[in-house]
């Protein structure tokens, strides 16, 4: 079945001029027949290069949102739309609205894990790769707000040694990590380095060797001279990990770190999405500018 459904798509694909962009926490099956595998921003990035007609995005709803606000042009479909961010979701526009009331003047900056109207009321945005880089780059202002990430927003201030006022957002799925499954792992592979999102709390953080973004997993794997690595992100990671790496041994912190959301799509959702341009994902003109706008306030500071 698996071989049957994988033609259908190659040839879907082509007819329907698709590209076809997964993030590293999809299903292996999924990653596998992408013409990209990415985090979320690097993935929109990828597809305002590619010459097609739709793009098919594998993942959650902010990203195909952040995806169609970068691609003005182009039909942005999700396998599943019902995939959605729960943390992305722990803040509305509303509630920014009201919280920068509470806080005159101060800038925003806003984790890409958001929805495009959360973006388009935020000052700039961040990704985890940068976020200290782009909270830095505002300088020594009484008050920085950061959205909906309260754990990123920690890494941040630990980084930088300054306070921000955090919004109290959180990954559900990271939060299950603890750090005593980090010492067991440890314990049980004394020899592997530990490497942790900074989605973590930070008394994760505390455990681990690297506190880094998927896409500096990726790069620190395929430099690194260490050869074993305990792996505290979300399980489709251990896929890429193992495709950027085949050499090296990696070992998931704990199975239970998975998330749902990005466990909907299926092969059979991504040819029916080819086939049907069903979900279609489309963001307002006005909030899809605003979006825009937070995203390239980002990519001004070289981040990205
Ligand atoms: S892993 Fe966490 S932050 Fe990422 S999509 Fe799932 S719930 Fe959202």
Excluded at 124 to 142: F, H, Y
Excluded at 163 to 179: E, N, S, Y
Aim: glycine share 6%.
């Amino acid at each position: 079945m698996g071989m049957n459904l994988v033609d259908t798509i190659q040839q879907l694909r082509r007819e329907r001029r698709a590209v076809i962009l997964a993030h590293t926490y999809q299903p292996a099956e999924v990653q596998d027949i992408a013409d990209f595998v990415g985090d979320s921003y690097g993935l929109s990035k990828q597809a305002s290069l590619v010459d097609a007609d739709r793009i098919i995005f594998c993942g959650v709803l902010f990203m195909a949102e952040t995806a169609a606000v970068l691609n003005p042009g182009r039909r942005v479909v999700m396998p599943d739309a019902t995939a959605g961010c729960p943390m992305a979701d722990m803040i509305t526009a509303d509630q920014l609205r009201a919280f920068k009331a509470a806080h005159p003047g101060a800038p925003v900056v806003c984790y890409v894990n958001s929805t495009a109207e959360v973006k388009a009321e935020s000052t700039i945005c961040c990704t985890s790769s940068n976020a200290v880089e782009i909270v830095n780059s505002l300088g020594d202002v009484p008050e920085i707000l950061f959205v909906p990430d309260k754990f990123l927003g920690r890494f941040v201030e630990r980084k930088l040694n300054r306070k921000l006022v955090l919004w109290d957002g959180f990954c559900p799925t990271h939060a299950i990590l603890r750090p005593e499954m980090v010492q067991k792992a440890r314990r049980e592979h004394p020899n592997a380095q530990v490497m942790v999102h900074p989605e973590c709390s930070p008394e994760v953080q505390d455990q681990a060797d690297h506190v880094i973004s998927t896409g500096q997993m990726l790069a620190l794997v395929k430099r690194s001279e260490c050869r074993e690595f305990i792996v505290g992100t979300e399980e489709g990671i251990l896929h890429a990990l193992r495709r950027a790496a085949p050499q090296t041994v990696f070992h998931h912190l704990t199975p239970f770190l998975r998330c749902p959301n990005m466990k909907k799509t299926t092969l059979a959702k991504v040819a029916h999405a080819l086939e049907t341009d069903e979900t279609r994902i489309t963001v307002p003109p006005a909030v899809a500018d605003g979006a825009r706008r937070a995203i390239l306030a980002m990519l001004a500071h070289g981040g990205g």
